[in-house]
């Protein structure tokens, strides 16, 4: 098995459709704090290495879906979206792995609660959605293994958007994936707060799909992310079960640095960051060193996102005026 129509119809195969009408699904956005950087199979989207991350709910994605009689509809925050744009032909393209005969158009509206000026990518929080409202209206009840298995599909941190809380998106080993999914931490951590910094909101010239492939194909520093991971995976579980927030916050941000060095080591070199990046960074360092515990995580992209806890949230909010503040567990 190793294409994505075969992981589905296994996945589907005993399961009975008691079709409904219509049915809606929430999933929110996820960050990493040990990340995806590059993978073992394309097709499936299978990580070389396992990740970590916290959701962000209520900020995420609601996605309402029916089956209909005549082609797709694709409605995006209340706007019909052309087939030929990216975002329908992904999401059609994504439908295409569920229908049959008797369900064979589908409407989604789909609505992302994240504001546009946040930075915060919605793919995983929107597959993850799809994927959960899939499940409900066909009646499969599947188990959250399998909607993590089948979000993976779609965009790989997807698998880590369907439970809420920390989410370890295991690699596994083996070829078809079936070992390869998000499982919820048991921690939860009510003071820990997320700062977002949003430096540009531009499309990026280069998608991680693609700097992800880039880097692990040509950056000599790529063979040491594995390693880096295993560390840091065992660091954060610790810092997470111990609450410990020094160790926390030092190892996602070692993790995102680690990262953003292998695309810098890559040929041709990826470099996400803006001028306005290294000020910030500056910025938080200096602050720590005069005693502030704050660190910072970044994705595939210039903004920058804050790692505090509540206690020190006034003086953040003073420091950085236009910081957008998020408690992951409300
Ligand atoms: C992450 N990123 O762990 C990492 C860190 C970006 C930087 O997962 O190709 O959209 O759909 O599997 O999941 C972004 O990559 O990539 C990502 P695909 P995805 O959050």
């Known amino acids: 098995m190793r294409n994505k129509q075969e992981i589905v119809n296994a996945l589907l195969a005993a399961r009975s459709a008691s079709p409904s009408k219509q049915a809606c699904s929430f999933a929110p956005v996820n960050i990493a704090l040990c990340k995806y950087w590059g993978k073992r199979d394309a097709e499936l989207n299978l990580p070389n290495t396992s990740s970590l991350s916290v959701t962000l709910a209520p900020l995420g994605t609601n996605t309402t879906i029916s089956l209909i009689d005549q082609a797709d509809v694709v409605l995006l925050n209340c706007r019909e979206q052309q087939a030929s744009t990216p975002f329908s032909r992904k999401l059609v393209a994504f439908l295409d792995l569920f229908r049959t005969k008797e369900n064979f158009y589908y409407l989604v509206d789909t609505e992302n609660n994240i504001p546009t000026a946040a930075g915060l990518a919605s793919s995983a929080s929107g597959f993850a959605a799809l994927v959960k409202a899939l499940d409900q209206l066909h009646g499969w009840n599947l188990s959250t293994i399998e909607l993590s298995i089948l979000a993976r599909l779609g965009s790989g941190s997807a698998c880590r958007s369907i439970e ?150 006034q003086e953040i909010e003073s420091q950085f005026k236009d910081v957008k503040v998020i408690t992951p567990f409300n």
């Open 164 to 313: 809420e809380g920390f989410v370890e998106w295991q690699a596994g080993t083996r070829p078809d994936g079936m070992d390869s999914y998000g499982i919820l931490l048991p921690e939860r951590w009510p003071d820990l707060r997320l700062g977002v910094l949003t430096i540009s909101t531009q499309e990026k010239a280069i998608s991680s799909r693609q700097a992800m492939s880039i880097t692990a194909a040509t950056s000599t520093l790529y063979e040491s992310w594995p390693r880096q991971v295993s560390k840091d995976m065992v660091s954060l579980k610790k810092a997470i079960a111990e609450q410990n927030f020094d160790l926390f916050g030092e190892t996602a941000e070692r993790n995102a640095l680690a990262m953003h060095a292998t695309m810098l080591s890559s040929w041709p070199p990826v470099f996400y960051w803006l001028s306005q990046t290294v000020e910030i960074a500056q910025k938080i360092w200096k602050l720590r060193e005069e005693g502030l515990p704050l660190f910072f995580t970044m994705d595939a992209g210039p903004n920058i996102k804050l790692l505090f806890l509540q206690k020190n949230q």
